[in-house]
């Protein structure tokens, strides 16, 4: 079966970065792009970008361009969303998902999320 | 970015109503809207894609209409496992966006 596993909650101060772990399995990881969305406490879902796993290609929003990376472990399944440069309103779940396509794409599977905490 | 709206922002029902729940594209987006249904603590669950499209294992009850910019999600006949946060997808280009969430509550 399709699973996405995350890596455990964060909590980091303000300036520094993070680095989220997704690991797959289940299906042929290079077959899928993996999306990474956040979700602050109470708010809505915020897409952040997507990755390539076969060429490592990737697309950020614009409000994280210069800020994420999102690169990947072939050998090991495992896509990674790193995000610099933190700040308190980064505080949020981190979310990866696998991108299906059935004549349009969407989010079919989803890692558990991880909580990031960004605090002085 | 196209920007994606949604109404009501929250509604309270009972068990049985029929509730519908709106989104707005930007811009044309064809049929490329999803729809995902949030319980609190867990993550997003597609029930609907490619406006219309029912995933595998989600009820009948729940059906999806609309193309262009203007989408609607429909619960026939709301059950007690139905309160949730329902938001909308776009992926008509390689950047996507979500509305912000429409609160289905008791």
């Known amino acids: 079966q399709v699973q996405l596993v995350q890596s455990g909650a964060e909590v980091r101060k303000p300036g520094a970065s993070v680095k989220v772990s997704c690991k797959t399995s289940?299906?042929?990881?290079?077959?899928?792009?993996i999306n990474w969305v956040r979700q602050a406490t109470g708010q809505g879902l915020e897409w952040m970008g997507w990755?390539?796993?076969?060429?490592?290609?990737?697309g950020y929003a614009q409000k994280f361009q210069g800020r994420v990376t999102m690169t990947r472990d072939t050998s090991t399944s495992t896509a990674y969303m790193e995000l610099s440069s933190l700040r308190p309103e980064d505080t949020a779940v981190y979310y990866c998902?696998?991108?299906?396509?059935?004549?349009?794409?969407?989010?079919?599977?989803w890692g558990q999320g991880t909580l990031v905490t960004v605090s002085s | 970015d196209i920007q994606m709206t949604q109404s009501p922002s929250s509604l309270s029902a009972s068990v049985g109503d029929r509730v519908t729940i709106t989104c707005r594209a930007s811009q044309n987006i064809g049929r490329y809207l999803n729809w995902y249904q949030q319980k609190p603590g867990k993550a997003p669950k597609v029930l609907i894609y490619a406006t219309s499209t029912l995933q595998t294992g989600v009820p009948s009850r729940f059906s999806g209409s609309g193309s262009g910019t203007d989408f609607t999600l429909t619960i026939s006949s709301l059950q007690p496992e139905d309160f949730a946060t329902y938001s909308c997808?776009?992926?008509?280009?390689?950047?996507?966006?979500f509305g912000p969430g429409t609160r289905v509550d008791i």
């Open positions: 997808q776009q992926t008509y280009t390689s950047l996507y966006t």
């Open positions: 998902a696998r991108v299906g396509y059935d004549s349009v794409w969407f989010d079919d599977f």
């Open positions: 289940g299906y042929t990881f290079k077959s899928y792009d």
């Open positions: 990755m390539n796993p076969n060429g490592g290609n990737t």
